[in-house]
């Protein structure tokens, strides 16, 4: 082992990533235009939508997990869906407070009811939900099978969230980019589109960091197996008395 | 699994019968709470009127907390769900029995509750025909998405704190959905309330799915 | 022919202590097996180990011929657990818990109500709740649930505890006549006189595993009757 | 008794920091009432500005309910009720232990839900003079009701519906002076402020009061 | 001198069922008296009385000279009760259960540990939480709890249930000791060998009332030891 949880791969990434955000920066604040009707505040779209689509990403991965590790069992997946959905809070995290500090210039307040607005909260308390029951003091298989559970229900939460604009009538922007024929500027687009990419590879980065982290934690665990298994033989050896013999 | 689900409801509506819990305790909650929050939104601005199906939706909803924390402290008890996983039930028999002694006692506390609104909030109750079916739909989904977490939370020795927090945010959108089609049924506005019950229905529909798949799952581990 | 119980290496976690060590236990159908060792030895995971209760991490375990280590439910409803928790509804009278259990296993309401006199809980305790019960009427009322399962093999944890007199020598009775009618029993007790008294075998366990020879052996093992099936 | 009440303290305080429910779920469960209730008071029409103060109490006020229904299950477990009769430890003491304990774990909450609604519903926490000691004297007025309640309720079987029952109606006045407190603090109306907190601080000394003096009483019955 | 215990016609209630029906009892400080009788008889019933658990409703009832219809609160820090449940924090370790219910009687930090050095606690198992046990390893740090307190009557239901040969030596040991100190202790238990070896005295319970004549007091009555206070 090297000590760390990086490798050739990760470094490359994490390389790319820095240089990544060093370009969104730049795009974001410098090239890109003001916006005719939204001023310099627009420039907050360009860490508010992608962190909020790349957070929808990372929980359908820790939906994806969650069912494969209830299908099979699969170690590798049940560390993926925990790890991935972590980071999605953070970053849906960072999409709140993005969109709060957005609506403070745009809408005059942090905060409104407004069916997105509050579709993406209950999403968030959800996940810390599903990471509380992921901290739950107990056997880990158990854990991670009821995590697993309450893991798939991250699915409809996120696609209720997704379609709020759709479904109410909100405040909040409905689907602009997502559709085919884009009406905002092109370097605008561009620079969403960077930004998407930028904080994809961010994840991802940080995705493979956790997981291994997680995954030398379970291994940890498990070499004590070995010295647990002969320690508590052990036990049987001095007369298996609880009391040690004076 | 329904001769199970019949056995596992039949139990729980004799020990209902037995102990009156949700006739004595659940309901007068439901119907505080109703009176308190009303307190609590200021009477006099007028913004009850506004806010009457809310507030009933509200009081269902804690209600289903608190009748879901009964009907599995019952089943969490001194080796209680060893003993259900030994027996011959099929769990999603257990589940669909879970969900029914808890639906027909919510149903009872809904047909009370809306009596009370009626009378306190001095509401109209136009469009029978959407809210029987909208609390029929909307108590299908909350007994069985209740019913899911009451048995992964009732093991654990936390479970009076992480049921409410787990629960809460899945309940939500039947929250949102019955309050915004008893709206539309106060107000008369027919077709946009059906489009409500639908997703209702939706929502029932898949809750009931989900939990006759994983109940064993929850069952076994929690 | 095949064991009822055959575990070889069998290692079994709780969190993450070994409370089974690698443990080899083999017993032929019929045969009654005392399991006895010191606090924490391992006794009770063994029972619900066997019960499929408890998974059984690596090694070997099969259990009426089921093999735990791949489905451990099938075997449930085959087994009789007296555990050290009651399992039952505190709310409910002893009659409505033995006919809901009995009727859970799959057996009928007159199975119910001959163990229900079996274990002389016909009479007054009846309707009484069981939470209001005494220590040892409620052990009784899980003895009686116990019963009514018809289960192939049984598990009972410390059996004699807060029972009477009369109740001690019931249930030797008890396991007598079902091992006589081709019932497994494997105990796990500390009462060592009583419970040898009863036992074909007595097995040692300490630090999650069985000691291969065990000390207080002093009678020769009792035959298992060739006439069970 | 003050030797008593850190002994009890310290214990559920140790308590806390093993297992951390305050923290991971009542906190989130908080948070999520705000944002549930917000939208179910339907948020175009103008309600929620009135309705903030409310609904930061009730937000409270159902957090209260999780921890003394957390802080009493841990002493309602396998006999420790026994224990603690024939313990030397004064039933005074016991009581001041819990409202402690569990007032601690309410003022974090506070300050984290001031936080939430201050950003949340843009609320304007104007007079803070008036704000802190309102938060302190009504968590004061809720820990000592719920530990009373708490007490009385953990006994019994049927303790998750009979909490809340009995626990909301004798909450309610704190819910509506403190309300009233925070409107006041929130329109710069202080005059008016003041004399709800004082209201506060009276309810808050009649309960701690009151289970100085019943306390005894209640470990011994439930 | 006066008795340790005093019962005379006790009457006590649960619910409306009259568990004691009507109790005659008579302990002498220092003496060591088994309660013997069939489940449900009011053995554990007799002891939570006398720990001022439960209420005498009529008759007389003196407890280390406390008259317990009048004052059933003051008697209860002077006694050590190991009744049926545990009464122990399940989350919390061994060690700070032990020392919490050690401050809580007013004993201090050296007889938690003296305690839990004697109940064999003071290793591994320190820092396991209690709700990991095993059942005997439970018991034993209730029993650790008792012994922490310095009680002046110990009120024992089965108190060898669920302890391996040990735990069994151990517990022996301490009521011998107990007794030698001026320690008067009252033990419920089925397990009537191993509990007649240690006791002054059998008494049979039955009914809710004790049985005149103990039927299987085959022994002479051990005499009270004279040398203590
Ligand atoms: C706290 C406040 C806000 C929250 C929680 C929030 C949340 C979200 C979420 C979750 C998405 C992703 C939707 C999806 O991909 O399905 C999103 C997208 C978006 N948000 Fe916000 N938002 C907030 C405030 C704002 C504000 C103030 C603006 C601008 C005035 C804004 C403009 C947008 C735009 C343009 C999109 C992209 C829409 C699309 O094409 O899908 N948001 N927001
Ligand atoms: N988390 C844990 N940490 C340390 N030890 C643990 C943990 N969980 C379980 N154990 C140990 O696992 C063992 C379980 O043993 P088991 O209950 O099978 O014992 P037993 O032989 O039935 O004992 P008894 O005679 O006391 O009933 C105990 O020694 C217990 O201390
Ligand atoms: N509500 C009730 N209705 C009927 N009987 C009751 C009720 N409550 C308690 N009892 C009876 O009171 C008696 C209590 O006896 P107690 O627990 O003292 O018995 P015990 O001698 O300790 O028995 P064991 O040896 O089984 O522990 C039991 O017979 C029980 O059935
Ligand atoms: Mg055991
Ligand atoms: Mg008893």
């Given at each position: 082992m090297t000590g760390t949880t990086s490798s050739r791969g990760t470094r490359v990434l994490g390389a790319l990533t820095l240089a990544g955000m060093a370009a969104l920066l730049l795009f974001a604040l410098v090239l890109s235009p003001q916006d005719e009707v939204q001023g310099e505040a627009v420039r907050m779209l360009y860490v508010h939508v992608p962190t909020a689509i790349v957070a929808f990403t990372a929980f359908f991965v820790t939906v994806a997990g969650s069912i494969v590790y209830l299908w099979k069992r699969s170690e590798w997946w049940d560390i993926t869906a925990h790890a991935s959905a972590e980071i999605g809070a953070v970053l849906l995290g960072a999409t709140l407070v993005s969109g709060m500090l957005w609506g403070r210039v745009s809408w005059g307040v942090y905060w409104t009811w407004d069916a997105r607005l509050t579709t993406t909260a209950l999403l968030f308390v959800f996940v810390l939900g599903y990471l509380a029951v992921r901290r739950l003091p107990m056997e880990r298989d158990r854990r991670s099978r009821l995590a697993a559970v309450v893991g798939l229900l991250l699915g409809p939460t996120t696609i209720v969230c997704h379609y709020a604009t759709t479904w109410w009538r909100t405040l909040h922007q409905g689907p602009t980019i997502t559709r085919l024929n884009p009406e905002i500027d092109g370097?605008?687009?561009?620079?969403?589109?960077?930004?998407?990419?930028?904080?994809?590879?961010?994840?991802?980065?940080?995705?493979?960091?956790?997981?291994?982290?997680?995954?030398?934690?379970?291994?940890?665990?498990?070499?004590?197996?070995?010295?647990?298994?002969?320690?508590?033989r052990s036990e049987a050896e001095d007369g298996g008395t609880l009391v040690p013999s004076p | 699994m329904f001769r199970d689900a019949a056995l596992i409801a039949g139990k729980d509506l004799r020990l209902e019968a037995r102990a009156r819990v949700a006739l004595n305790q659940v309901a007068p909650f439901a119907l505080l709470v109703l009176v308190l929050f009303a307190f609590a939104l200021d009477p006099?601005?007028?913004?009850?009127?506004?806010?009457?199906?809310?507030?009933?939706?509200?009081?269902?909803?804690?209600?289903?907390?608190?009748?879901?924390?009964?009907?599995f402290s019952v089943e969490a008890a001194d080796g209680v769900r060893d003993s259900l996983r030994l027996s011959a039930l099929d769990p999603a028999g257990i589940f669909l029995g879970k969900v029914v002694a808890i639906g027909v006692q919510l149903l009872v506390l809904e047909a009370l509750l809306l009596i009370g609104v009626v009378v306190l909030y001095d509401a109209d109750p136009g469009g029978i025909a959407l809210l029987v079916p909208t609390?029929?739909?909307?108590?299908?989904?909350?007994?069985?998405?209740?019913?899911?977490?009451?048995?992964?939370?009732?093991?654990?020795?936390?479970?009076?704190?992480?049921?409410?927090?787990?629960?809460?945010?899945?309940?939500?959108?039947?929250?949102?959905?019955?309050?915004?089609?008893?709206?539309?049924?106060?107000?008369?506005?027919?077709?946009?309330?059906?489009?409500?019950?639908?997703?209702?229905?939706?929502?029932?529909?898949?809750?009931?799915?989900?939990?006759?798949?994983?109940?064993?799952?929850?069952?076994?581990?929690? | 022919m095949e064991p009822a119980v055959h575990l070889r290496g069998a290692v079994s976690l709780i969190g993450r202590f070994p409370a089974l060590a690698g443990v080899d236990l083999e017993v032929a159908p019929a045969e009654v097996v005392l399991l006895q060792g010191p606090n924490g030895a391992g006794k009770t995971t063994i029972l619900r180990c066997c019960a499929g209760l408890m998974a059984v991490s690596s090694?070997?375990?099969?259990?009426?011929?089921?093999?735990?280590?791949?489905?451990?439910?099938?075997?449930?409803?085959?087994?009789?657990?007296l555990g050290h928790a009651s399992g039952l509804y505190d709310e409910l009278t002893v009659a409505d818990n033995v006919r809901f259990w009995a009727r859970a296993a799959g057996s009928d309401q007159a199975d119910a109500q001959a163990a229900m006199e079996r274990l002389g809980l016909a009479g007054r305790l009846r309707d009484v709740p069981v939470g209001r019960l005494s220590a040892g009427q409620r052990r009784r009322t899980s003895l009686a649930v116990m019963v009514a399962r018809r289960a192939e093999l049984w598990l009972l944890d410390e059996p004699h505890a807060g029972l009477d007199q009369d109740g001690r020598d019931l249930i030797d009775g008890l396991?007598?006549?079902?091992?006589?009618?081709?019932?497994?029993?494997?105990?796990?007790?500390?009462?060592?006189?009583?419970?040898?008294?009863?036992?074909?075998?007595?097995?040692?366990?300490?630090?999650?595993?069985?000691?291969?020879?065990?000390?207080?052996?002093?009678?020769?093992?009792?035959?298992?009757?060739?006439?069970?099936?």
């Open positions: 370097i605008m687009l561009f620079t969403l589109m960077l930004g998407m990419v930028v904080f994809a590879l961010l994840y991802a980065w940080l995705l493979i960091h956790r997981f291994r982290v997680l995954w030398l934690e379970h291994r940890v665990e498990d070499l004590g197996l070995d010295a647990a298994l002969a320690e508590r | 006099d601005r007028g913004v009850l009127d506004q806010a009457t199906p809310g507030l009933f939706w509200i009081a269902v909803l804690l209600s289903t907390l608190l009748a879901v924390q009964r009907g609390c029929l739909a909307a108590t299908v989904g909350l007994a069985a998405a209740g019913s899911l977490y009451g048995v992964l939370s009732a093991g654990l020795r936390v479970k009076e704190t992480i049921l409410p927090l787990l629960l809460l945010p899945v309940l939500a959108p039947v929250l949102i959905a019955a309050t915004q089609a008893f709206e539309a049924g106060f107000d008369d506005r027919m077709g946009e309330g059906w489009r409500w019950l639908g997703l209702l229905v939706v929502f029932a529909a898949a809750y009931i799915g989900l939990g006759l798949l994983v109940f064993d799952t929850l069952l076994e581990e929690a | 090694g070997e375990a099969r259990v009426l011929g089921v093999d735990l280590v791949r489905d451990r439910r099938s075997v449930r409803r085959r087994v009789g657990l396991i007598g006549d079902a091992s006589a009618a081709g019932v497994t029993v494997l105990i796990a007790s500390h009462e060592r006189e009583r419970a040898e008294a009863i036992v074909h075998r007595t097995v040692t366990v300490a630090g999650g595993t069985v000691r291969p020879a065990a000390p207080s052996q002093d009678r020769p093992p009792v035959q298992v009757p060739a006439d069970v099936p």
